[in-house]
């Protein structure tokens, strides 16, 4: 008789922060049982030369994502609206830094 | 190279097929939940799965020389290094898990032989000098294919490959240390330093795989951009680069027709014994029984380590339920 095969951990993404105080940063995944061992590991795989301070892990189930096909709909109509960037408007150089 | 004779599947013809191409052609990368053709799914799987399968493999040979590192700094290094190979394993392993198969699914395909690893991890490090060697020239080899491969089409994979090229270079600089070390002690260091390379020298240059000048699957990978070089570009950018390095070590590589050609700007080499190769791919290697026993051996001997976690982490959900 062959015994049900057991079930695989499961995935946690895994996000770290550097050290200058910047945000957690996506930085892949792994296999754990459990929130505790997937940080364990985390720091294992992911932070073996000193490449953050602090991890975070959520289970990859857990997250929702946006449609790869939306991608037109969503992002080009900010192509149409250079003036959100600084650069837009000139600003004589009399005023100086602005 | 970790990937060897990966099979492509061939090219999708349909509207969704050449539109597809086109964003590669464009240099857009291509993401999990992207639509993909099957052919470049599955082409994927086999070439990311065997490299992953490399990465884990590629400790045995050096775990060997662990416990007998001539000192403890060398001692650390080496597990630091075996280490990292660990990482590079489970970097691609999720890289192909978002391309829809599982962990385990791919580890039953090494077990049972369904899956590959590289030649050259079937091949026995025998002598400390070894292990100099091995991430001199196996390490260097790789570094080769890894580089351009931060440029592959397929997203999760470039993000593995820059995290893997990062840590790559301490793996070769500490084995050209080592080879220096001995290359320039004592005659019986040097000589086991140059018997090292005389074992390694063409097992390395078989890991580009044959020429693929006439492969079809290549030339299907290089549309997709999962294939950066041709094998022959990339064997003979590690020789050119190589054979500088031996010079300083004061040690000759084991080729009688190696020579510089004004003309062409390269070395000329000697092909390795291609009936040699493809007798290891078929598991006749000289460890290749060893390894897959052993990495079953791990697989087995951890499974009441995965089952007791699981069910922890489910009797601890329990608990907490309850409470």
Request: charged share 25%.
């Amino acid at each position: 008789m062959t015994e049900p095969k057991a079930p695989e951990w499961p995935l946690w993404e895994v996000f770290i922060r550097g050290q200058h105080g910047a945000s957690h940063r996506h930085v892949g995944s792994l296999h754990a049982p459990d929130a505790e061992m997937a940080i364990k590991h985390a720091r294992d795989v992911y932070t073996r030369r000193k490449e953050g301070v602090s991890i975070w892990v959520v289970p990859t189930t857990a997250i929702a994502a946006s449609n790869p096909d939306m991608k037109g709909p969503l992002y080009d109509p900010s192509d149409s609206k250079p003036y959100r960037h600084p650069t837009f408007f000139d600003i004589p150089k009399e005023i100086g830094t602005m | 190279m970790y990937a060897q004779m990966v099979t492509s599947d061939p090219r999708d013809e349909t509207v969704e097929g050449q539109a597809f191409q086109a964003r590669i052609d464009a240099g857009e990368k291509i993401e999990p939940r992207d639509w993909m053709p099957e052919g470049y799914r599955k082409t994927l799987i086999r070439q990311i799965g065997q490299h992953a399968h490399s990465e884990i493999v590629g400790q045995l040979p050096e775990g060997n020389w662990i416990t007998r590192a001539p000192t403890l700094e060398r001692k650390a290094i080496l597990l630091a290094k075996v280490q990292d190979e660990a990482g590079h394993g489970l970097y691609l392993y999720c890289a192909a898990e978002t391309l829809g198969v599982s962990r385990d699914e791919m580890t039953e395909m090494l077990l049972d032989g369904r899956m590959k690893y590289s030649s050259i991890f079937s091949y026995p490090t025998l002598t400390w000098a070894d292990m100099g060697a091995v991430g001199w020239l196996v390490d260097g080899a790789a570094i080769m294919n890894q580089v351009p491969l931060q440029r592959t089409s397929y997203g999760p994979y470039a993000r593995a490959m820059i995290r893997v090229c990062k840590e790559e270079s301490f793996h070769q600089r500490q084995g050209f240390d080592i080879m220096m070390k001995m290359a320039k002690g004592t005659p019986a260091q040097k000589k086991m330093a140059q018997d090292a390379l005389n074992r390694f020298w063409y097992p390395s240059l078989m890991m580009f795989g044959p020429s693929d000048k006439d492969s079809v699957h290549s030339a299907q990978s290089m549309a997709w951009k999962i294939k950066m070089n041709t094998n022959d570009e990339l064997r003979q950018k590690f020789v050119d680069l190589t054979v500088p390095q031996a010079e300083y070590l004061g040690l000759t590589i084991p080729d009688p027709d190696l020579k510089w050609n004004e003309e062409r700007g390269h070395y000329d080499y000697s092909e390795p014994d291609w009936s040699e190769f493809y007798d290891v791919l078929k598991g006749n290697g000289p460890c290749s029984v060893d390894r897959i026993e052993t990495r079953k051996k791990a697989w087995d001997d951890g499974a009441w380590v995965r089952e007791a976690l699981m069910a922890h982490s489910e009797k601890q959900k329990t608990k907490v339920a309850a409470e």
